[in-house]
């Protein structure tokens, strides 16, 4: 059983920085792209960085300049380091990844549970 456990959620004052962790357990024979995302309520998810295997990036435009996504394959993690927090980053944020789940290179798409990211004034 493949699980992605986030951390490193709270409240947070505008123009302040945390860090988020999720990692990946269970019967995993390699992780492709992994992802973050957030949500708030009445809206879609939205996409905020992905990161390849190979440690390409890609940023949506909100969080160009303010977010870094990373990753440490050997500990199975994807981290989001935020910085220059906004109220309007105020959020439920998931982590997503592409993970390989048999020899034969059955892929399949998991997500973390959530974590809870509050920007405060």
């Known amino acids: 059983q493949v699980q992605l456990v986030e951390s490193g959620g709270g409240l947070v004052q505008p123009g302040g920085s945390l860090r988020l962790s999720c990692a990946a357990s269970?019967?995993?024979?390699?992780?492709?792209?992994m992802g973050w995302y957030r949500q708030v309520p009445g809206k879609q998810r939205e996409l905020l960085a992905i990161i390849t295997s190979g440690g390409r990036t890609t940023y949506a435009d909100s969080v160009m300049g303010r977010f870094t996504i990373s990753r440490d394959n050997a500990k199975k993690t994807v981290y989001l380091q935020m910085s220059s927090l906004k109220p309007e980053d105020t959020a439920v944020y998931y982590c997503?990844?592409?993970?390989?789940?048999?020899?034969?290179?059955?892929?399949?798409?998991?997500w973390g549970q959530g974590t809870q990211v509050t920007g405060s004034s």
């Open positions: 997503n990844a592409d993970i390989i789940v048999t020899a034969a290179y059955t892929t399949r798409n998991y």
């Open positions: 269970g019967v995993i024979l390699g992780i492709n792209a």
